[in-house]
């Protein structure tokens, strides 16, 4: 049967996007996945509806693509005061191939309690971005707190196709809760392939988990209701375990844990049963049914991430059916076995973990010399190799900081389990990264987790009523700005009404559009950096301006509701290396804040030297927060916190921040009274970027908007900024990031929005370079370095960068995506020795 693969690869354009398509191998080996025959396209006579089905599903998987994403941060865990550096991989398709699809990422920091601190927007290019998050913006707490990203395109595929990743956040004020464990489980026992069937011995898995949602090592016994006992059963991981069941129908069963009984699932009088037994080179697949007529052939397949590799018919009776399916057909990820009835309906599922040969990579991080000495210069040496010892190039993101103060987790998420697992199954999942660690029990512990956990992003059943899979958003290519136009007089929608858009205080881009019939507009596809004043201006049909002008919140379409984050124990490193090296000992919150003003510092003093470009304003911000809080906790620095000054929140910001000592507005001019003589225009820094010239913003930044405003006005506060700073300074935090809020005016809207998060580049010093090698003030920093986006050519590539002052351990980790579409991540240490 002939395979037309002409509409697969204008879909492949669209999607992944023109520069991809300069990846002849990568791309060249998708369009013959997609346009394979060999699995599908044989005319199985009698099997027409299960036939249609697969078709339908694998259709469906390719004009709906999923994207899942990764962010690599720079640590697992961080100071109150810290910056939290982010790379962002979005992939879509088959072989984990950047996407096309979504140019804005939201990426979102939560608290303990579930609100959200902060949220910005990055600019996606063919699948990376990067960012910096910033804890100043969240209460001063111990604790764990929770990174979330998404596309909106990804939303319309469940839960786990949102990226979070849980990070530990250290606060010299407030001690950490302890970590309590109750003696409440949830126990629940899931039949392997779905069902429990009269008279057919299976595998019974099941998972047990405390009230803190962790997992609960169990042990108990079942019983049927007549009190007779069946098995006795004990947890083999994480409150995971298998039981092998014999069930019969008429008779409920019931286990006994710790004095608590929970019911066994019904048993079926009829049914099918799909066992699978994954072992070294193919899956043993074992099929067995009763109550149904002995001609029943059923139908058998297998997919990855939405690509159907295997289909084959299978007899279906009360003998025993065995196939092997070599696991060299299947590529590696999470495979999907299902059987569909003679009527197409899926009657069992199961999922399993496939490890393909050719997927095998070697990641070679090596450090040219060892040990190091302080502020001595380091090369890594990154090479890639794939399972016939051949240099492969990819794209990757590197982070180097002390790994003496807090345990690493080597079994936290990373891109490796976020790809290959996590964007796949429904639900919490612990220690994502043991899966695929070296630990000899980590594959049988991995098919015990998809036994327990496994799941889809859609039921089956909708599959042949298409119309039943609901997407709800549309990929966004930019940002949309969008509200209503009503007459002045009677609120009636207005069709045809002109709506003039202009972006910028200078109105630097302008566009326009007319109001459909229900009085609606929307400008989409805006590329716009950073918080910026918005105008938006409507007159009716015939240029009249009696209209009323309604725009709608910036982040309408975006989830606003968490749930408080599950807390974990902070594990500190029992004995710090360097402590007892030191002439004098750095407390480790001492370290957090000198570590950040270093960092500022030398952003500041030698930022603008040779080979060091500054790309935004951000970082010096940020310390600014850290370095002047004791001074707000102690009253010498002014402020107006407007959580606890609500009553202020109903008076325009102008007149707010006039409350505040040395403020003056009167007309459009604001002043601030400083200690120089100089008549410099004051500058206005809100959420982390400044403007010179940002009066518009007092005007129409609603005041509900604001979280705090402060006035730097003394010398010491505002030298920081330079020349900039002689005018003083207003530092203006938002809520979280917030964009526009709902309003209506009549014809004319002045308005803040927020656009993409404007780059960032972490600031590395180079001594001998661009900072001299006897530079007076102490280095110690954490992160030694972060470079979010690294390429990796075919052979290998070299990362440079300079040690601190501190004597400890230093971890590098470095994860990526091969140009084949291998994630991989591999991590490494060395010491650092001030007797060199």
């Known amino acids: 049967m002939h395979t037309d693969c002409g509409p697969a690869r ?96 939201y990426v979102e920091l939560i608290e303990p309690d579930g609100s959200i601190a902060e949220r910005v927007a990055v600019k996606l290019e063919n699948g990376r971005g990067e960012g910096v998050l910033s804890l100043t913006n969240a209460l001063a707490q111990s604790g764990t707190f929770r990174i979330r990203s998404y596309t909106v395109w990804a939303l319309n595929f469940g839960d786990s196709y949102t990226f ?53 090592d169990v042990s108990g016994t079942i019983f049927d209701r007549e009190g007779n006992e069946i098995t006795d059963f004990r947890s083999t991981h994480l409150g995971k375990g298998i039981v092998d069941f014999m069930p019969y129908a008429g008779t409920e069963y019931y286990a006994v844990v710790n004095g608590q009984n929970f019911d066994l699932p019904r048993t079926l009088s009829s049914g099918v049963v799909m066992n699978i037994h994954p072992d070294e080179g193919f899956f043993e697949v074992h099929i067995r049914a009763t109550g149904i007529s002995i001609e029943s052939e059923y139908i058998l397949f297998a997919h990855v991430r939405g690509n159907v590799y295997y289909v084959s ?115 919490y999942i612990e220690q994502p990264g043991f899966y695929f660690s070296d630990d000899e029990n980590a594959d049988d512990y991995l098919d015990l987790l998809l036994l327990t956990q496994g799941w889809r992003a859609y039921d089956m059943t909708d599959i042949p009523n298409i119309e039943n899979i609901a997407v709800t958003s549309l990929p966004e290519d930019g940002f949309t700005i969008s509200g209503k136009v009503l007459s002045g007089w009677f609120a009636r929608p207005l069709e045809d009404a002109t709506v003039v858009l202009s972006i910028g205080e200078d109105h630097e881009h302008m566009e326009i559009v007319t109001t459909d019939e229900n009085g609606r507009f929307i400008f989409s596809g805006l590329e716009i950096y950073g918080p910026k004043i918005i105008t938006l201006r409507a007159n009716t049909q015939r240029g009249g301006d009696n209209v009323r002008l309604r725009i709608d919140e910036q982040f309408k379409h975006i989830p606003e509701d968490h749930e408080p984050v599950r807390q974990h124990a902070i594990a500190y490193t029992s004995e710090p290396v360097y402590e007892e090296e030191l002439p004098v000992a750095v407390s480790p919150g001492e370290r957090a804040r000198t570590s950040t003003e270093l960092n500022l510092e030398q952003f500041f003093y030698f930022g603008e030297m040779e080979e060091v470009v500054i790309t935004a304003e951000r970082e010096p911000v940020d310390w600014l927060d850290a370095a002047l809080r004791d001074r707000v906790r102690t009253g010498q620095l002014h402020q107006i ?75 010491d506060e505002v030298s920081i900024l330079g020349a900039r700073g002689a005018g003083g300074a207003l530092v203006i935090r938002t809520r979280r990031g917030g964009g526009i809020t709902p309003r209506e005016k009549r014809g004319l809207i002045t308005a803040y929005f927020e656009g993409y998060q404007q780059s960032v580049r972490f600031y590395s010093p180079r001594y001998g370079v661009n900072l001299p090698v006897d530079y007076q003030n102490p280095d110690t920093r954490i992160t030694l370095h972060w470079d979010p986006n690294i390429e990796i050519p075919p052979g290998n590539v070299k990362v440079r960068f300079w040690t601190n002052d501190i004597s400890s351990i230093y971890r590098v980790v470095l994860q990526g995506i091969t140009e084949t579409g291998i994630p991989f991540s591999a991590t490494r240490t060395f010491k650092v020795r001030d007797n060199l």
């Open 164 to 216: 979070t990743q849980d990070i530990t956040v250290i606060s010299e004020e407030i001690k950490e809760s302890a970590h309590i464990q109750k003696d409440e489980i949830d126990l629940q026992f899931l039949p392997e392939g779905g069902h429990l069937v009269d008279g057919i011995p299976t595998r019974l898995a099941y998972k047990a988990i405390g009230t803190d949602g962790f997992g609960l």
């Open 313 to 427: 018919p299978v007899p279906v009776n009360e003998e025993k059916e065995t196939i092997f399916i070599p696991r060299s057909l299947l590529a590696s990820g999470i495979v999907h076995f299902t059987l569909l009835s003679p009527e197409a309906k899926p009657v069992a599922e199961r999922l399993a973990f496939n490890k393909n040969e050719v997927d095998k990579l070697q990641v070679e991080v090596g450090i040219d010399e060892e040990p190091l000495g302080l502020r001595s210069e380091v090369v890594i040496n990154v090479e890639l190799l794939d399972f016939e010892q051949k240099v492969l190039g990819g794209t990757a993101s590197i982070s180097v900081y002390d790994d003496n103060i807090i345990e690493y987790d080597p079994y936290a998420t990373d891109i490796v389990a976020r790809l290959n697992l996590e964007a796949e199954v429904k639900g």
């Open 10 to 105: 204008s879909h492949l354009s669209i999607l992944f996007g023109d520069s991809l398509l300069l990846k002849v191998i990568a791309i060249v080996v998708l369009i013959v996945l997609l346009c394979r025959s060999d699995a599908i396209s044989q005319d199985f006579q009698g099997h027409k509806a299960q036939i249609d089905f697969i078709r339908l599903f694998q259709s469906l998987h390719q004009d709906l693509p999923r994207e899942r994403l990764h962010l690599h941060t720079d640590r697992q865990w961080y100071y109150s005061d810290d910056l939290i550096w982010f790379s962002a991989y979005v992939v879509a398709g088959e072989h984990h191939i950047f996407s096309g699809i979504s140019s804005v990422l």
């Open 641 to 715: 916190d407007l959580d606890e000054a609500e009553h202020l929140n109903s008076l325009p910001l102008s007149v707010v921040v006039s409350q505040l000592p040395g403020v003056r507005v009167v007309g459009n001019e604001l002043s601030i009274r400083t200690g120089s003589m100089s008549s410099a225009r004051p500058v206005i820094i809100l959420d982390g970027m400044i403007f010179e010239d940002g009066f518009d913003l007092l005007l129409h930044l609603p005041t509900s908007d604001v979280k705090s405003v402060q006035v730097l006005r003394r010398i």
